[in-house]
């Protein structure tokens, strides 16, 4: 198609080459990677209706949004005196309202998804559903987006376009995901890998993006080598069919995976590899990757204080002009106030937080939260507070089978399962072999703080020592104080000594 393309480029035949867009709608929507086709196209003057759509499409899948938001603009002045067209112009219009009007887009979407006969087998409806499902989700209606993306799915079967099905079935999975339904994502997603086995497109079978949400539903329930095995097959097709918008999807659940299992060559092997094929763009893949890989591994991260220190200020920069938009900052920044290194997530934060996520019913955020929020409460004394979290978090995981939050936030409460979950107090442990011969109740950077006040030094001086503000050592002195129960520094220091805290 390329090739056929080029020349009649090179022939300077614009009717045809028109024409041919027109009649490989199908194969153009099939194909992983649209890049090598719009970069022929994107400088062909184009006349057709279906054709400038279909350039305002390529634009939009390949990053160029100027040209899609010109293209959509042009095609506003138009006449489209066919349903199927109307159908197929509302929905790029929902897309070019992505960030601006999003009540409208989502309007659109849905007009768009029910302008057609409800019977109607055609590219343009099973692309109106899929558009429409993917409004949904981002509105965070994940029952809603899961019923059209299946449906999007059996529309595309149909039409046997096999990579758009496989977008529309991974979709409808994630979604479950979110929902919790990790056993039906395992019984039916497993049952399709077997059924969809044969299929090939490019050389690559576009149903092993199906390993994306089965891979990620190992992870949360505990299977952390089998997760490994899956998501790194999600990452061979991603990286074989050149999916770059979904690069950056696998690596924190792959990063956090070789956490658990010890393996911290794969660890820092993962993030250097996606590092050196994103870390130009303008999203924060350096700080956000580096910061995850530094927070989780104690050593790394002493050995590169200062960078660390820059990377943190910049993602909470951007949780703050973003807030909660971006999860996959808020999750590297529960990590990283976890080990007591930033404390820009506020109470007040999780508490909504908490609610927006038992409404829109995202279990697995949900569980994450509320360990979190047992963490920090446990860290000031509020022992019961902790305790009511906990329960919640326990009762998602006797539903769900959602168990490795426990495993990577659950250090200062770790304790309180032995009452509550005997057995998952033990898995716990298993995961923080370290923590065995001593608990400590300080973290390993409030016991620093502390040391360094023993030694006489002030506020001031111990942030230029760690490289910290005034502010944030202030913010750890209180949770020492909360956590000792004691009422000054000369106090603190007599109290951690006897506990063991500090030599």
Known sequence: MENQLKGLKAQGDWAKLEAFLENHLLEMSNTPCTLPIYNIIKEVPITSLLAKMMVAWLAFLNGDNHRAYREVEELAKEKIDTLQLQVFYDSLCALMLFRTEPEKKLQLAKEASERLPEDECSIYMANAKLTYGQMLAGFLKYREAAKIFYEAYQLFETLQLDFVASVALTNHYLNLYYLGELELIFKEGNEMLIQKGDVQCQSANPYDMLYLPLGMSYFQVGKISLACQYLNKAKNYIEQTKLLHMQGVVEPFLMKSYYLLGEKDNMKALMEGLLNQLG??????????????????????????????????????????????????????????????????????????????????????????????????????????????????????????????????????????????????????????????????????????????????????????????????????????????????????????????IT
């Not at 997530?345 to 279990?363: A, Q, V």
């Not at 944030?472 to 006897?498: C, D, F, P, Y």
Request: net charge negative; glycine share 6%.
């Open 280 to 501: 130009h763009m303008h999203y924060v893949y350096t700080p956000l990757f580096k910061s995850m890989y530094y927070g989780l591994i104690e050593e790394e991260r002493l050995q590169n204080q200062v960078e660390m220190n820059g990377f943190i200020e910049r993602l909470e920069e951007e949780f703050h002009q973003h807030h909660q938009s971006d999860y996959l900052i808020v999750q590297v920044l529960l990590i990283l106030q976890g080990q007591g290194l930033t404390s820009c997530i506020s109470l007040d934060y999780i508490s909504e937080m908490l609610r927006i996520t038992r409404f829109t019913g995202m279990r697995t955020q949900l569980q994450e939260f509320l360990i979190f929020l047992a963490e920090q409460n446990e860290a000031v004394g509020r022992s019961e507070e902790a305790i009511s979290c906990l329960k919640e978090a326990l009762e998602i995981k006797k539903d769900t089978g959602i168990v490795v939050n426990f495993y990577l936030h659950s250090r200062k409460t770790a304790y309180h399962l032995k009452e509550l979950d005997v057995i998952l107090y033990e898995k716990v442990r298993k995961w923080h072999k370290e923590e065995k011969t001593q608990e400590y109740i300080l973290t390993s950077k409030e016991r620093e703080i502390l040391t360094l006040v023993a030694e006489g030094k002030s506020n001031a001086e111990i942030g230029e020592i760690l490289y910290i503000t005034v502010g944030t050592v202030k913010w750890h002195m209180n949770h020492i104080l909360s956590k000792l129960g004691v009422k000054n520094r000369t106090q603190a220091i007599v109290e951690a000594r006897q506990l063991g805290e």
